[in-house]
Each structure stands twice: as structure tokens, then as C-alpha cells.
């Protein structure tokens, strides 16, 4: 068995770092607490019991409210893993449990991941409960290619085309919005940003490859300057609030952190909407839970 690190006393408690992520994609510790369930003096006290734990801060508290640092970027990026290794746990036991009739393994985009896929896997669940399911998050660059490898059997895209190589359908639509900190000098305009400014303007970005930075580059005409890349629209939302730049991202993303002000809206005159897709391989009918997944979010889909 592997030793904790000299400071720590035990390895750091799933519910803590559930939480932890939580707070990253939904912009605030408020926000997060309510996504996972906690009552938010509980998730305060769950967050410091973990910085005392690692003995890292991970969060910067004001009365503005609580973003991560750092630190807490990092810890969030390395948390995920341990969250999603501890879902499939779940779903395998769950399987064992159920001995589930077909299997169905499913690889999707971030934003499709975050904040689109539960809701439909839940009403997948609701008509098809005996089918197991798995679920693979990466960009949408990558989920193609594993579509294309025939490691999962369906994937969710983002991106301004249909992808090459693949069926595909359209499920639902998003659209990109420009958004930046509050003491941004941009947060009181009005008019309109230019294509011509953003262009010129370095921006906190995702990296290249994911379906929000390529339909960003198609809607400007080009690659767009980037101050920062970075790999999560979390970690991009948090540059942003720390005054690394501008950011597009889905609104789907900034939802929250637009509702409790931590990030200001700018209007632009780029059309920034875009198309989700499913896409896969093999027969262009898809059957079974592939079929009914699709039927879920194309009737559920954003937009």
C-alpha cells in the first residue's frame, strides 16, 4: 500500500474532492454545494478540512465570495480522475449488481459532459435502467478519434461543422458567449466587441483540439491570439476571474458565475451559436441504447 505524503494522516475523503470539482465547473463554493447536495457552512468546512489535509490553500475567500487558486486549479484537475475512477467504480459494481442486458460506452465533449449528459443518461436510465453504461470526457477532437478507433459506440461533439468519418446528427443547440472579469475594462461596455478586437485581443482559452476553441476560430477567421490555454472550462473561468483576459466559452459553462455576477457578459458582433452532435460508426441507424441516449437528448438537448 502506498504512503501518504509526510504532512497527511489519510488519504484525502471522495465526498471532499466530489465537492472540490463541483465548485470549479459551477464557479462559485455556493454553487458547487448546491450542485452536490451539501448545505453550504458544511461544504466551508469540508473545503478547509481539505486544505488543512494537504496543506495547500485551494480556495481565495472575499466577500466577492470563493474562486480557486492555483493550487486549487491543479487539485481539481488531478481530483477529476479520482472522481470519474470512483463513478466507474460505481457503475461496475452496479452492473455486477444488476447484470445490466447491454452495455454502452459513451465518450463526449467537456461542456456536453457537464452539463448536458447527466440529465440525459438519467432519462436512459428512467426507460432502459438494466443497460450499462460508460462514460469517457475529452475534447471533442478526441472524442471523435475514439469513435473512429471503435473504443466507445457513441460520442457527443461540439464544433461549428460535422465532423469527417463519422454519422452524425444534430441534438441540441449552444451558443458561445464573450465574457470577462468584473473590474475587466470591457465589463461596462455596450456596444458591440468587434471581430476586428477580439481577434487582437489575447483571451484565456481551451486548448486546441476542443469544439469551443475550434468554433471560436471559425467564427473569428482565424486561430485567435491566446493569453493562456487551458485544459477545462473550469480552469478557464477561473483565469478569467483572476484577470488572465476574456474568454468565450458556452454559456452553458458561465451559467452560474453569470447569475452571482463573478463574470460579466459582452456583447459581440460574432455569431457564436453553434450545433451538438452525436456522432459513431457502423450502420447509419443507430439501434438499441445508442438509439434511445440520442432519442433522450435530441428531446432534452439545450436550445
Known sequence: MAAYPSHM????????????????DHGSLSAGARAAGVAQPNASRSVARLERQLGVALLHRSTRGSTLTPAGLLVVDWSRQVV?????LREGVAALATDGDETLAVTASQTVAEHLLPAWL?????????VRVSVDVRNSQETV????????????????????????????????????AADHPWAARRSPVSRAELSGTPLVTRERGSGTRVALDAAVGHEVPAAVELPSNAAVRVGVRSGAGP??????????ALA?????????????RRQLRAVWTGPRRLQGAAADLVTHARAGGAG
Do not use: I, N
Request: glycine share 8%; aromatic share 2%; net charge negative.
Open 9 to 24: 494522516t489519510s488519504w484525502p475523503d471522495l465526498g471532499a474532492l466530489e465537492l472540490l470539482v463541483a465548485v470549479a
Open 84 to 88: 470519474a475512477a470512483a463513478g466507474r
Open 247 to 256: 474568454a468565450v466559452l458556452s454559456r452553458l459553462a458561465v451559467a452560474d
Open 122 to 130: 438519467a432519462a436512459l436510465r428512467g426507460t432502459a435502467a438494466r
Open 260 to 272: 452571482d455576477g463573478t463574470l460579466l457578459e459582452v456583447p459581440t458582433e460574432l455569431d457564436l
Open 145 to 180: 478519434a475514439q469513435v473512429l478507433a471503435g473504443r466507445c459506440d457513441l460520442g457527443f461533439v461540439e464544433g461549428p461543422r460535422p465532423p469527417r468519418g463519422v454519422h452524425h446528427l444534430v441534438v441540441a443547440h449552444d451558443e458561445l458567449v464573450l465574457v470577462v
